[in-house]
């Protein structure tokens, strides 16, 4: 058997030479009969995929989100999206920037959806990337509702969520047979007190199950004072993991009592999520550096 030695390549050109294999499917998928009505008549040739990014390392892409991005006419691009994701993009393809990020400027979920559906009219094959998994506080239930009200085919690819990503990046599980048995996750985007969760049931259950809070960096001292008022123990651990699985992750570790007043002048801006739990309390010593080695076999 002949023997490959290692080669160093850039993340975009590793998936570049997946293109020969990849596009000997794209034949299948025009003369699927998937594409014709009953009566015969072509459904619109534009078609959408909303596609999840991971957490923010880049090569926690999937290997088909890679392909779609590759083969795209327009990439619509949250804020949470790694720029080197982008870099996968033909030369031709239109990349626009949609994101949304708290407090600054950003486009309307009606514009994005709007957008969306006008590019796929014009026959354009259009991936709507978004940071993490989709099916995951990522709005995309409203996407779908927009692009079948206009009979645009659409397909979801599933994402890496930053849970997942922060878990195996801190080595810090989110369920563990000594601690805790389930996981929820909780957006922490709260408009007013009647979107708040039900701090009691979550205090109540805190030794036996894991809690994850998106979108909650800013609120950080306003879910600990919640969890207190609920009954939970002080001391019970809770943790924040900005920009998980990044180079430049930051991961504090506390209680609830002390978590905000740890991370104050931090200068922790996110993305970030806050982790409630036993579990916090335990981590395996992952070895970052293993997963920073580019060196692939090809």
Request: net charge positive; proline share 4%.
């Amino acid at each position: 058997m002949k023997a490959f030695s290692p080669a160093r390549v850039k993340f975009s050109q590793f998936f570049s030479g997946l293109d020969g294999l990849l596009s000997k499917l794209t034949p299948l998928l025009k003369n699927s009969k998937g594409l014709e009505s009953d009566k015969g008549q072509s459904i619109p040739k534009g078609k959408v995929f909303i596609v999840g990014a991971g957490p923010g390392d880049p090569e926690l892409l999937t290997l088909k989100a890679a392909r779609l991005i590759q083969n795209a006419d327009v990439i619509l691009y949250d804020a949470l999206v790694n720029d080197e994701i982008l870099k996968l993009a033909q030369k031709t393809a239109l990349c626009q920037y949609v994101g949304k990020r708290a407090g600054q400027h950003s486009m309307r979920q009606k514009n994005i959806s709007e957008l969306m559906v006008a590019h796929a009219l014009e026959g354009k094959s259009v991936v709507r990337v978004k940071g993490g998994d989709p099916g995951l506080f990522a709005r995309s239930a409203e996407e779908c509702i927009k692009l079948a009200e206009k009979n645009i085919p659409f397909a979801i690819v599933p994402g890496i969520t930053a849970a997942s990503g922060m878990s195996a990046y801190t080595g810090i599980m989110l369920t563990d047979r000594d601690y805790a048995q389930s996981v929820q996750y909780i957006t922490a985007r709260f408009q007013n007190e009647a979107d708040e969760p039900n701090w009691q049931h979550i205090a109540a259950h805190a030794e036996t199950q894991t809690t994850v809070f998106y979108m909650g960096v800013q609120r950080l001292s306003l879910i600990s004072e919640r969890l207190l008022e609920a009954g939970i123990a002080p001391d019970m651990p809770m943790l924040l993991c900005e920009k998980a699985s990044q180079k430049e992750q930051k991961l504090i570790v506390s209680t609830v009592s002390s978590l905000a007043e740890k991370v104050a002048g931090k200068n922790i801006t996110g993305p970030g999520l806050i982790v409630l739990g036993r579990t916090c309390q335990r981590r395996h010593n992952v070895e970052q550096a293993l997963m920073e080695n580019h060196d692939l076999y090809l």
